[in-house]
Every structure is written in structure tokens, then in C-alpha cells.
């Protein structure tokens, strides 16, 4: 379970975070959705300590994140995520393979003899095949996303944060992805964390959707919660965000 509790962050003295609460419960699949720059991104960093926050409390299993801890307590700390990052964050220089390993070599306890159909196993999970030897630079935008996504969910951790997944799929990858969420929630019984704009993606696969909006959590319920809701800010946020999916179906 994670808790986080009255979470702030600034940059310089822009206040992003300003006193966020939830609590994610083991199996849940939490989704936030907000506007472009609202701080979805920092949230999820924060949960990892990739971004400190200024004050507020992160607990995730009765632990405190953000206590004083050393490289070696952080490390396992980690263990327990996988980080699904909005640009993909593949290394260019190592090729799928390598890069889908990664995690296998510097997280996990598991044998290297190992690690090559442990990555097959997720590269096929993605719906890639037979890609194992291509650098990073031959990939296309989706498939780097993909493999990142292969990488993600190598070590089945207990969390996973994903930032985006869907952005830049076409619409038959994007329902992969989100039947992936679902499979890894339901087999592994994995707690996923997804940042989203992608609006199909949220109302399908969320048990809840928080709205972040001036740097709180202006709604966590359901998805029948969230299109009843009243609130204007939440209204506006899902009529605009229809319209806009409507206007890229009359484009293309
Ligand atoms: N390292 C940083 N230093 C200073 N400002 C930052 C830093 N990272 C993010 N910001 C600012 O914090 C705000 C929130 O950024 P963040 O990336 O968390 O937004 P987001 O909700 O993920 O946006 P998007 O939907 O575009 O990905 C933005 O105004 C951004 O410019
Ligand atoms: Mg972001």
C-alpha cells in the first residue's frame, strides 16, 4: 500500500505539488489525469525519490520513503518499482535486449543465465518479436515505448509507475498496453500507477482517476464517479479532452 500524505513540491519557488493525499491500496490500478504541466511527472518521480519533495510523507508498505535513507536502503526501495518513463529513458548505446536486462542485472537477485528468456518472455508480452538484437536508434517511436514498457514489468516488481504509455501508439497497440495494465494487475496482482491524457485508457482500465489540478487532487473515484462529477475543473477537463480525441478521429 502506498500512502502519501499532504505531499508538496516547488521548483524554485513555483509550488507544483501543494498538499496532495491518497492512498493506493495493493492491486489497485490509480490513474492521474490533469492537464499538460500540472505535475504529473514530479508526482510520480517523487514516489521513487527521483524528484525530493519540500515536506509531506510518502509511506509505501509501512515504510517511510523519504526518510534518511542510504544509497544501499534506496536501492531496495526501488526493488519494488518499475518505472515506465514518459520518454521511454532506453540507453541508446546498449540494443533491445541489453536494454530490457538492464533492470534484471542491477535490481533483482536473479540468475544472468536467466535474463535472456525472462526478457524474450516480456518482449513477447508487448508484441514484439525478434527484435532482441536491434540498437535503440533502429526502433520506432512505439516500439521504444514498448520496449520500455518490456523493461518496466521485467522484474513483475510489486508497483509500477507507467507515464504516458499509451502516447504515440497507434489505436491496436494502445489496447495492448492497456489489456497489458489489466493482465499484470490481475495475474501478478501488480499496483499500477498510470499517468495519462489518454482518456479511453483511464475509463477502461482504472479502479480510480485522480485529477490533478492546481497542484491537488481535485477528485479520486471511479470512472462512474468521475462522469457524474459536478465539479467544473472535471467537467471541462472530459469535454475538452472528447473533443479533442474527436477532432484527431476527423483528421485522420
Ligand atoms: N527539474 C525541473 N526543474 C524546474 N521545473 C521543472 C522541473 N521538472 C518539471 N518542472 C516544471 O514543473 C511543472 C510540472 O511538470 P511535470 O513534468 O510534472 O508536468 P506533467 O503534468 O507531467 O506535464 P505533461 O503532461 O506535459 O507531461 C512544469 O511547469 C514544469 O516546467
Ligand atoms: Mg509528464
Given at each position: ?40 511527472s ?44 514518459q ?76 507515464d504516458e ?30 499517468v ?57
Amino acid at each position: 500500500m502506498i500512502e502519501i500524505k499532504n505531499l508538496v513540491k516547488k521548483y524554485n519557488d513555483k509550488i507544483i505539488l501543494n498538499g496532495i493525499n491518497a492512498d493506493i491500496s495493493d492491486g489497485e490500478i490509480f490513474s492521474i489525469m490533469g492537464p499538460s504541466g500540472s505535475g504529473k511527472s514530479t508526482f510520480i518521480k517523487c514516489l521513487v525519490k527521483l524528484v525530493f519533495p519540500d515536506s509531506g510523507r510518502i509511506i509505501v508498505d509501512g515504510e517511510d520513503v523519504l526518510g534518511g535513507k542510504n544509497e544501499f536502503e534506496l536501492a531496495r526501495m526501488r526493488r519494488n518499482f518499475g518505472y515506465l518513463f514518459q520518454d521511454g529513458a532506453l540507453f541508446d548505446s546498449l540494443n533491445v535486449m541489453e536494454n530490457v536486462c538492464f533492470g534484471l542485472r542491477y535490481l533483482t537477485d536473479i540468475e544472468s543465465s536467466k535474463y535472456e528468456r525472462i526478457a524474450k518472455e516480456k518482449l513477447s508480452l508487448v508484441g514484439l518479436k525478434d527484435i532482441q538484437s536491434l540498437r535503440v536508434s533502429e526502433l520506432s517511436g512505439g516500439m521504444k515505448k514498448r520496449v520500455a514498457l518490456a523493461r518496466a514489468i521485467a522484474s513483475e516488481p510489486k508497483y509500477i509507475l507507467y507515464d504516458e504509455p499509451t502516447t504515440g501508439l497507434d489505436p491496436v497497440s494502445s489496447e495492448k498496453i492497456s489489456e497489458l495494465i489489466v493482465s499484470m494487475q490481475e495475474k501478478l496482482d501488480i499496483t499500477s500507477i498510470v499517468v495519462t491524457h489518454d482518456l479511453k485508457l483511464a475509463f477502461t482500465i482504472s479502479d480510480r482517476i485522480a485529477m490533478l489540478h492546481d497542484g491537488k487532487f481535485d477528485l479520486a473515484g471511479s470512472p462512474g464517479d468521475l462522469k457524474k462529477s459536478e465539479d467544473p475543473f472535471v467537467k471541462k477537463f472530459i469535454k475538452d479532452s472528447i473533443c479533442h480525441d474527436m477532432k484527431d478521429v476527423k483528421n485522420k
